[in-house]
């Protein structure tokens, strides 16, 4: 079946620090990706996603793409603000169009920027 | 665009009762999903329904799990005889999917927080 990982948190970083959140994924076919973001107390935002191959998507200076010789569609920022502070999940469905195209998580990664 | 409105924001109740969320989706929006999120955890998926019709539930729907849609606009979510492992944030999300056109994104509510004593 479908499966997403991410790297492992908390992830801990200073002010104006570059981020990279790793994501693999396993699926049959070809999938579409996302990257949402979940502040404390909220429900789930889509950051960015990316429908095909070498697509990148991008949001805020966050920034990912779909690389599908490596299974990976890796979340990064140049510069991250106190305000990024948050949990992130990968993501993945299929394109099927009759199917559900329901979500695949990944077990999330907690963000803390430290000023 | 309101956005997708759950209710209640946060439950706790003893275990053994029944309890009901509402989820009120996107006006638009053809497609509405339920799904589960344990502490520390990814969501999770439950069931989804096209307009009323409920067209696929997950193995982690439990007998004691039912969804409805009754008009396609709104959806309830009951647990009866609730048990200590409910314990978690149930997300509606809500999406439009129209013939020929594939992923249009999932907009997710604030969810409700369950607690069982």
């Known amino acids: 079946g479908n499966s997403v990982t991410q790297m492992e948190g908390p992830v801990t970083l200073s002010e104006e620090a570059f981020l990279t959140i790793n994501c693999t994924y396993t699926?049959?076919?070809?999938?579409?990706l996302f990257w949402y973001v979940q502040y404390p107390g909220e429900g789930l935002q889509l950051l960015l996603k990316?429908?095909?191959?070498?697509d990148k998507g991008s949001n805020k200076g966050f920034e990912a793409t779909y690389r599908k010789e490596t299974t990976s569609f890796h979340l990064e920022k140049g510069s991250v603000q106190v305000s990024d502070s948050a949990v992130y999940f990968c993501a993945l469905s299929d394109l099927r169009i009759q199917g559900a195209q329901k979500l695949v998580f990944g077990q999330g990664t907690r963000l803390t920027i430290n000023p | 665009d309101t956005g997708v409105s759950q209710d209640p924001r946060h439950k706790i109740t003893k275990r053994g009762q029944n309890v009901t969320f509402r989820c009120d989706p996107i006006s638009e929006h053809n497609r509405l999903y339920w799904y589960r999120q344990t502490l520390g955890q990814g969501p999770e998926f439950l069931t989804y329904f096209q307009n009323e019709a409920q067209l696929e539930k997950s193995r982690l729907l439990s007998d004691r799990f039912s969804a409805e849609r009754p008009k396609g606009s709104f959806s309830t979510l009951e647990i009866q005889r609730t048990e200590q492992g409910d314990s978690a944030m149930y997300l509606c999300?809500?999406?439009?999917?129209?013939?020929?056109?594939?992923?249009?994104?999932?907009?997710f509510g604030d969810g409700t927080r369950l607690s069982i004593l």
């Open positions: 699926a049959t076919g070809y999938p579409s």
């Open positions: 999300a809500s999406s439009l999917v129209r013939l020929g056109t594939v992923n249009q994104p999932q907009h």
């Open positions: 990316a429908t095909k191959a070498d």
